[in-house]
């Protein structure tokens, strides 16, 4: 009898330490998940930029890690620069994500580091952790340049054509005086951003992309006459001359 008894409180031994065994086990092998580790998703935002601000499918994030998706919807190049991180410069259309962690609440800046740019708008405080902080909307002006009115006189027979590159910042002329008459501008941008090449008073160019062309035929009367970038803020940075008509 007392044999029984030992047989069953051994046998009860043995099933007890194989069930505290396989406990042991099941929380080794458990996934972190299942453990109580929480993995956090990344929180995402989208960032529209144009001329001259940024709009925000939120306007405040946890902390923790975001990603920004910013999509340049302008006509000209911007960037977008936040928690010590920021894009390459985008061109019109173009879009970039800007992974940025947050490890304390606050409130953050951010800004386009293109020249001018965020002294035109494009600037602000981004809430994480906190509440958004209230602006109050400023009509900001595209800035323009000075236009001259078209030089009057004779204009000559000659025909000329004249080659243009384009880059950051500045141009390239193939000549810098022609005989009055026709001239035709073959334009070309070889640069990394938008630019364009107008003859103030007598033709705007059109905005060009990287690579590509544009080619136009004015009458020229004998003059000097300014040409210049129009997009805002290049010509504070060397993107104009002028070309000399002779009689």
């Known amino acids: 009898m007392r044999k029984r008894i030992q047989v069953k409180?051994?046998?009860?031994?043995?099933?007890?330490?194989?069930?505290?065994?396989?406990?042991?086990?099941?929380g080794v092998f458990l996934p972190a998940g299942a453990a109580g580790t929480q993995v956090v998703a990344p929180t995402k935002v989208t960032v529209k930029a144009s001329e001259?601000?940024?709009?925000?499918?939120?306007?405040?994030?946890?902390?923790?890690?975001?990603?920004?998706?910013?999509?340049n919807r302008g006509k000209i190049s911007?960037?977008?620069?936040?928690?010590?991180?920021k894009t390459k410069s985008l061109l019109p259309g173009k879009s970039a994500k800007l992974t940025v962690k947050f490890t304390k609440k606050g409130q953050y800046a951010f800004l386009c580091t293109l020249l001018?740019?965020?002294?035109?708008?494009?600037?602000?405080k981004y809430a994480v952790a906190t509440k958004p902080v209230t602006t109050?909307?400023?009509?900001?002006?595209?800035?323009?340049?000075?236009?001259?009115p078209p030089p009057?006189?004779?204009?000559?027979?000659?025909?000329?054509?004249?080659?243009?590159?384009?880059?950051?910042?500045?141009y390239n002329l193939s000549q810098g005086s022609v005989p009055s008459g026709q001239v035709t501008f073959?334009?070309?941008?070889?640069?990394?951003?938008?630019?364009?090449?107008?003859?103030?008073?007598?033709?705007?160019g059109a905005l060009l992309n990287p690579g590509q062309t544009e080619t136009y035929t004015v009458g020229l009367p004998a003059a000097r006459f300014s040409y210049v970038c129009d997009v805002p803020f290049h010509i504070d940075r060397g993107m104009l001359g002028s070309l000399t008509v002779n009689p």
Do not use: C, W
């Open 9 to 26: 409180r051994v046998a009860g031994v043995a099933g007890l330490a194989t069930l505290a065994l396989a406990g042991v086990l099941a």
């Open 52 to 71: 001259f601000k940024y709009v925000f499918s939120r306007r405040s994030v946890p902390t923790g890690t975001v990603i920004f998706t910013v999509i």
């Open 78 to 85: 911007h960037d977008f620069k936040i928690g010590g991180k």
């Open 116 to 124: 001018g740019h965020a002294k035109a708008g494009m600037k602000g």
């Open 136 to 148: 109050t909307t400023t009509k900001t002006t595209t800035p323009t340049t000075t236009t001259t």
């Open 152 to 170: 009057t006189g004779p204009v000559g027979n000659a025909n000329t054509t004249v080659q243009v590159g384009m880059f950051e910042y500045g």
């Open 186 to 204: 073959v334009i070309r941008n070889n640069g990394s951003e938008v630019h364009n090449f107008s003859v103030q008073g007598v033709k705007v």
